[in-house]
């Protein structure tokens, strides 16, 4: 019995040194935090206890610049991937545009203090790599539902952010984005419609 015992003992002590190692060897390799919550974490910490309001006025500089950071990056793999001139001119014009957009955003942020992510969000990246996996067609229609998609979502933001923004510099910042995402949202939908015309 005694045998069975410490040869139950043995087998434990190896499972606790197996399972310690494995979960030291997860730490070992730490995970690169998302840069969208790596700035709200930043923004949180500079005006939480200061400032509550300037916290949720830095949220939508912080989505601003996210979109922007993935509009340059989709509308330069429009024009690389996409074979359609009206998809290749629209990912040209998202280029453009939105880098235009996150100059004015970052030169706001500066001003305010605020943190901005510092690089393509996860979300960019896997709208990114989603969109790379596709060709053609396929390709083409993915992209203009994308455009449609997240400038009408965009517009929403921003005309939350005109009305409800304690900071007056930001609600004017979001107001004038408006006619800009709408123009956008405008050569999106007739994109769109050519490339669904396509069969």
Not at 106 to 124: C, D, F, Q, R, Y
Not at 127 to 144: E, I, Q, S, V
Not at 146 to 157: A, N, P, Q
């Amino acid at each position: 019995m005694k045998r069975t015992s410490l040869f139950s003992k043995t087998l434990l002590g190896a499972a606790v040194v197996t399972l310690s190692f494995g979960m030291q060897s997860c730490k070992n390799e730490p995970k690169q935090e998302d840069p969208k919550e790596v700035a709200e974490d930043q923004n949180e910490a500079k005006f939480d206890d200061v400032n509550e309001e300037k916290e949720k006025d830095s949220d939508y500089l912080v989505a601003a610049s996210e979109v922007d950071m993935k509009e340059i990056e989709l509308g330069k793999l429009a024009q690389q991937k996409s074979t359609n001139a009206d998809v290749k001119a629209l990912g040209k014009m998202m280029v453009e545009q939105h880098e235009k957009a996150a100059a004015e955003t970052k030169a706001l942020a500066a001003k305010k203090n605020i943190t901005l992510p510092a690089s393509l969000t996860e979300k960019g990246q896997d709208a990114f790599k989603d969109l790379n996996d596709k060709t053609g067609h396929d390709f083409d229609k993915a992209y203009t539902d994308k455009m449609v998609e997240g400038h009408e979502k965009m517009i929403e933001k921003m005309e939350k952010a005109s009305e409800k923004a304690e900071d007056a510099d930001i609600r004017m910042w979001a107001a004038n984005m408006i006619p800009t995402l709408r123009k956008h949202l405008e050569h999106s939908k007739m994109a769109k419609e050519k490339v669904d015309a396509i069969k």
